[in-house]
C-alpha cells in the first residue's frame, strides 16, 4: 500500500508530466476559465431582463434594452463553445505528444534493463502499463486537467457574484457541499487499498489473457474449453470479484454525494421564499440565486470525476514510474574500446536471486575458434551465453571480449561485436526483409540476399507469394519452425558480428539443411569467435574445444575424442544421442512380429 509520502511523490510526477507542453496546457486552462465565465454572463443578463420585465409596465419596457441583452447572451453562449473547444484543442494536443514520449521513454527504457527484469514481470503487467495505463494519462491532461480548473474558477466566481447580491442566500446555496466534499473525500482516502487491488487484479487477469490466447493450439488440440484453463477463469473472476467489493463499498458514500449536489435546493428554496415573503430580497434576486445555484452541480460532478480519475491516474503513474525508476545495467563512466575479439570468463558466479546457477566458470574462446558448451538440462549453458552480452551481470568474477571487462565496454558497442541466435524464436509481425535487416539496418538487398542463401532460405522465401516482402505474421506463425529458424540464422549472418552466439541454432531445421546449414555457418566462422550450446552432440564434433557443464562448474573440457577417453558424463550423453539417432516408432504389426517370431 502506498504511504503518503509515495503519494506526493506519485502526484509531483504526475504533474510533472505536463512540463514540457505546459505553454499549451496554461492556455488550455485559460480558455476554460473564460469558457467558464461567458457560462455565467447569460444569468446575470436574464436578472437584469427580468428586473427590466418587472419593474416596469409592459408600455415601459426597454424593448432594445431587452434584445441588446438577448444577443449578448446569445454572444456569451457561442463564446464559452468557442474557447471550450480552444481548451479541448490544446489540451488533447499537448495529451497525444505526452502519450508519445511516454512510451518513447518506456520502449528506450526497457532496452536499458536486465533481463532478471523481464523474468520477475510477466507481459499482462508490462503491456498494461504501455497501453492502458499510459492511455490513461490522455483522459487526465486531455479531459481532466481543463475542466478542473474550469469547474473550480466557476465555483469561484458564482460563489462571489452570488455574495455581492445576497451573502445569506449564498450561504444557503453552499451549505450543503461541506457535507459532500468531506464524504467523497473519506470515500477515497477509504477505499484506496481496494482500488489498488482491482488495478493488480487487472494485471493478473492482462497477463492470464494473454497466455491463454498464445496457448490457443494446445488449447484446441486437447479439447480444452474457456473454464478448463483454470488459471485464465480464476484471473476474470478474482478481478470481478474485487471489482464488486469496490462497488459494494462505494455506493454509499456516493449515491450521498450525488444528493448533496442537489441538495441545495431544498435549502436554498425555503429560505429563499421566506427571505422574499419578508420582502429580504427581490423576486428577480431569488430567480437569480434559483437559476446559479443549480448551476453549482455540473462543475462540482467535474471536481467529482477529477478527484476519482486523479487517484486512478496516480495508480497508474506509479506503475509507469516504477519501470522509468529501475535500475538499468550501467554503462561504464570511462568506456574503454574492444581491443580483440576472442571472448573469456574467469571465476564467474551468477545467481537467480538466491539461486546460484554458475560457480567459478573459466573459459577461452579465442578468435576463430569454435567453443561448443555441453551438459544436462538446467546445467547453466544458456546462462552462461547470455552473461556474455551482458543480458544480466555477473555476480562475480569477470567475462572480456579481448582484454577489456565487457561491463567496461558502452552496450551499443557490446552489442555490436556480438551476434545471437537463441533457441527460443522470435519474429516481427513485419515482412521477411524488415525482420533480417534487424541484423544491419542498412543492409543491401544483395546482402539480404546473400545471408538468405547461405542459411539456405532463399529458396523458401522466393517461393512465397511475395517473396522479401511476404509478412511473416505474429511471432513468425505464417512460416515453419524450421523455416523459421533458418530466417533467424540469416539475420544472425546478415549482421557479420566478430563473436557469433548459437543456442540450439539447428533445433527446428530438418536433417536434410542441418548439414548444409552447418557447413555454411563453418564457413562464415573461419575469423570469428563462435559459442555453440548443443544438445544434439553430432552437430559439434568438428569444435576446437568442448566444455562440459554440470550443476553450474565446469567439469570437463576438450576434443570430442578426448571427452569420449576422459569424461564419463560426456561418454553417457554421447551414447543417449547416438541411441536416439536409431530409436523409431514400431507399428503394432511389427510388435506382433516381434512377438511371434
Not at 105 to 127: C, W
Not at 311 to 321: F, P, Q, T, V
Request: charged residues 20%; hydrophobic residues 45%.
Amino acid at each position: 500500500m502506498r504511504t503518503e509520502s509515495t503519494f506526493q511523490n506519485d502526484l509531483m510526477g504526475l504533474v510533472g508530466l505536463v512540463g514540457p507542453h505546459r505553454v499549451k496546457m496554461v492556455f488550455s486552462g485559460l480558455f476554460s476559465i473564460v469558457s467558464q465565465g461567458c457560462g455565467i454572463v447569460p444569468f446575470i443578463l436574464a436578472y437584469h431582463i427580468i428586473i427590466e420585465i418587472a419593474g416596469n409596465e409592459p408600455g415601459d419596457i426597454d424593448k432594445k434594452l431587452i434584445w441588446h441583452l438577448v444577443y449578448a447572451g446569445i454572444a456569451a453562449v457561442i463564446l464559452k463553445y468557442v474557447f471550450l473547444g480552444l481548451s479541448a484543442f490544446l489540451s488533447h494536443v499537448a495529451a497525444y505528444d505526452i502519450l508519445y514520449d511516454l512510451r518513447v521513454r518506456i520502449s528506450e527504457k526497457l532496452a536499458t534493463l536486465p533481463l532478471g527484469y523481464f523474468n520477475k514481470r510477466n507481459t499482462g503487467q508490462i503491456k498494461k502499463v504501455m497501453l492502458e495505463d499510459v492511455e490513461q494519462m490522455e483522459i487526465f491532461i486531455g479531459h481532466n486537467l481543463p475542466d478542473f480548473f474550469g469547474a473550480l474558477v466557476y465555483i469561484v466566481m458564482t460563489t462571489v457574484i452570488l455574495a455581492m447580491y445576497d451573502w445569506r442566500l449564498t450561504l444557503a446555496a453552499i451549505s450543503v457541499l461541506p457535507i459532500g466534499v468531506c464524504v467523497q473525500a473519506m470515500r477515497m482516502a477509504r477505499n484506496r487499498p481496494l482500488r489498488e487491488a482491482v488495478y493488480t487484479a487487472n494485471e493478473t487477469m492482462n497477463a492470464t489473457m494473454i497466455q491463454y490466447v498464445q496457448g490457443m493450439p494446445i488449447i484446441k488440440a486437447f479439447n480444452h474449453t474457456v473454464e478448463s484453463f483454470q488459471k485464465y477463469a480464476a484471473s476474470v473472476r478474482g478481478c470481478k470479484d474485487r471489482e464488486d467489493r469496490l462497488t459494494k463499498a462505494w455506493h454509499v458514500p456516493w449515491s450521498i454525494f450525488i444528493v448533496c449536489l442537489s441538495a441545495n435546493l431544498l435549502v436554498l428554496l425555503p429560505v429563499g421564499t421566506m427571505m422574499y415573503l419578508s420582502n429580504h430580497v427581490t423576486l428577480s434576486i431569488f430567480t437569480l440565486f434559483l437559476f446559479m445555484g443549480l448551476g453549482f452541480n455540473t462543475p462540482l460532478m467535474q471536481l467529482l470525476y477529477f478527484g476519482s480519475f486523479m487517484d486512478k491516474n496516480m495508480e497508474g503513474w506509479a506503475r509507469i514510474d516504477a519501470i522509468l525508476r529501475a535500475d538499468p545495467l550501467p554503462e561504464p563512466v570511462d568506456a574503454k574500446f574492444v581491443n580483440g575479439d576472442g571472448v573469456g570468463a574467469r571465476g564467474v558466479d551468477f545467481a537467480y536471486d538466491t539461486v546460484r546457477v554458475l560457480k567459478g566458470v573459466d573459459f577461452e574462446a579465442p578468435p576463430g575458434k569454435f567453443l561448443a558448451l555441453v551438459g544436462p538440462s538446467g546445467a547453466g549453458k544458456t546462462t552462461l551465453a547470455r552473461l556474455i552480452p551482458r543480458f544480466w551481470d555477473v555476480n562475480a568474477g569477470v567475462i572480456t571480449i579481448g582484454d577489456t571487462d565487457i561491463r567496461d565496454i558502452k552496450l551499443e558497442d557490446l552489442m555490436n561485436e556480438e551476434t545471437f541466435v537463441f533457441q527460443s524464436l522470435f519474429l516481427f509481425n513485419d515482412t521477411i526483409e524488415q525482420n533480417l535487416k534487424i541484423g544491419k539496418p542498412g543492409a543491401t538487398q544483395a546482402e539480404i540476399e546473400s545471408a538468405a542463401r547461405s542459411a539456405r532460405c532463399h529458396d523458401f522465401i522466393m517461393g512465397l507469394p511475395d517473396g522479401y516482402q511476404s509478412v511473416v505474421g505474429e511471432r513468425g506463425l505464417m512460416i515453419s519452425g524450421g523455416e523459421r529458424q533458418r530466417l533467424s540464422i540469416a539475420r544472425a549472418l546478415l549482421k557479420n558480428a566478430p563473436v557469433l552466439v548459437l543456442d540450439e541454432a539447428t533445433a527446428f531445421v530438418d536433417p536434410e539443411n542441418e548439414t548444409i546449414i552447418q557447413d555454411a555457418i563453418n564457413g562464415l566462422v573461419r575469423d570469428k569467435t563462435l559459442i555453440v550450446i548443443a544438445h544434439r552432440l553430432s552437430t559439434i564434433t568438428d569444435a576446437d574445444e568442448i566444455m562440459v557443464i554440470d550443476q553450474g562448474k565446469v567439469i570437463a573440457r576438450g576434443t570430442h575424442e578426448e571427452l569420449l577417453e576422459a569424461c564419463n558424463l560426456y561418454r553417457k550423453m554421447w551414447a543417449s544421442h547416438i541411441h536416439s539417432l536409431g530409436w523409431r516408432l514400431h507399428s503394432s504389426k511389427e510388435n506382433l512380429d516381434d512377438r511371434f517370431n
